[in-house]
Each structure stands twice: as C-alpha cells, then as structure tokens.
C-alpha cells in the first residue's frame, strides 16, 4: 500500500525557534496532503489542507501565520512551527490520499515538545 | 459542518468479551473509515466502506455501513489484548476530506 513518511519523530526546542517537520509519500504523487494536531487521548484535529503549487487552507482557528505550510512537489510538504511556545508542544500528524482516491495514508507523527 | 460522534469513548473489558462502537452524524458521508491508532504512530487504516448497507469483515472485526450512509459500527469478538488501542472513525467528504469522530479508547485486560 501507499507509503507516507514523516520526519521527525520526536523533536524538542527551545521557546521561541522554529521547527519544520516534513511529510512525503513515498511511493506516490500527492497533491493534497492533510496536516492534523493531536492532543493527549483526543482525537485528530485538522490544522490545514496542503495544496500542491498553491497556498493552504487553514481551519478556523489556525494560524497561518504561526503554523506555515509549503507543498513544493507533488511528494513534499513542510509544517513549520515558528516561533514555537509550549502550548504548540503536541503529536502533529500529516496524511495523503492514495492514487486510487478515498483512503487516507498517514505519517508516523511529530512529537513536538517545546520547552 | 459534518459532525462524527463517537460513541463510548473509552471501554475497558477483559479479554474473549465483544465489544461494538458507534459512529454516528445528521451528515451523508461518501466514504467511512476506521483506524486504528497506537500511542506514538500514525493511525493505521482498518477498512472502508462506501455503500450504504455495506458489510466487511476483517478476522474479527465487522465493520458495517449504514443504509443512509451517515452512520457506521464496529464489532469486535473475542477481544485480545493486541486490540488495544485508540479506535478512530471518520468520514470521507468533499476533496478527500476526513473528518473524524472523537475516538474510541479501548483496553483488553487479560
């Protein structure tokens, strides 16, 4: 099946840097890929939708300007955390839709940890 | 906006006991997913299913579809403890949108 790989697992940064974590598909061409926030025993939030060669849409609530998302190519597409804040620290979790349409292929997760 | 709730959110229950959890929504959806979650990993896809009426098994796992499509369950006999985990319903919408219940969190004591 579709492969997606999400990099990094873990990280840890100091308040106030900014931290980019990457989603690809491995095996297939993506032109939409879905980044989601998860809390402790919650379930997924969706931030933002990731648009191949266009801006994002972002949920009510999310900030573009805090949480920037680029999709460059059709394999490729970053969430930045800038100027992070403990209250950002969370399980980020982007997903993609495979070529045959409706199924949804997930990362392995971010856990950020702000300190 | 489409609503998915999910229904019990958490459920602890010893091992070889059924289990059934609800998804449920006033929303027609096109699709509807289950996923299973393991602490610290993306969630990992069960099933799919996209007609209204719409019966699938997996081992132990039956998954149905609801005739209107807004709503769908999942049975689980004979638990072990390997299903534990965070079980996550959600509906395939415009643009291959998911939207998610809240999650089901279950716990197989041996």
């Known amino acids: 099946g579709a492969v997606v790989s999400q990099h990094p697992s873990w990280v840890i940064c100091k308040s106030g840097t900014s931290v980019k974590i990457e989603c690809r598909s491995l095996?297939?061409?993506?032109?939409?890929m879905f980044w989601y926030r998860q809390f402790p025993k919650q379930s997924l939030m969706l931030m933002a939708t990731s648009n191949e060669g266009s801006k994002a849409t972002y949920e009510q609530g999310v900030e573009k300007d805090k949480f920037l998302i680029n999709h460059a190519s059709l394999t490729l597409s970053t969430l930045t955390v800038t100027s992070a804040h403990p209250e950002d620290s969370s399980f980020y979790i982007c997903?993609?839709?495979?070529?045959?349409?409706?199924?949804?292929?997930f990362g392995q997760g971010t856990r950020l940890t702000v300190v | 906006t489409q609503l998915l709730e999910q229904s019990p959110q958490f459920l602890s229950i010893q091992e070889g006991e059924n289990l059934t959890v609800y998804c449920n929504s006033s929303s027609v959806f096109s699709s509807l997913q289950w996923y299973r979650q393991e602490p610290g990993e993306g969630p990992v896809l069960l099933v799919t299913v996209v007609t209204g009426g719409e019966v699938k098994k997996l081992k132990r796992l039956t998954f149905q579809f609801g005739d209107a499509r807004k709503d769908s369950s999942l049975h689980i006999t004979a638990a072990q403890p390997g299903d534990t985990g965070l079980y996550l319903c959600?509906?395939?919408?415009?643009?291959?949108?998911?939207?998610f219940g809240g999650g089901t969190r279950l716990m197989v004591k041996p």
């Open positions: 997903s993609a839709n495979g070529e045959v349409g409706t199924e949804a292929f």
């Open positions: 959600a509906g395939g919408g415009a643009g291959n949108m998911l939207t």
């Open positions: 095996d297939f061409q993506a032109t939409t």
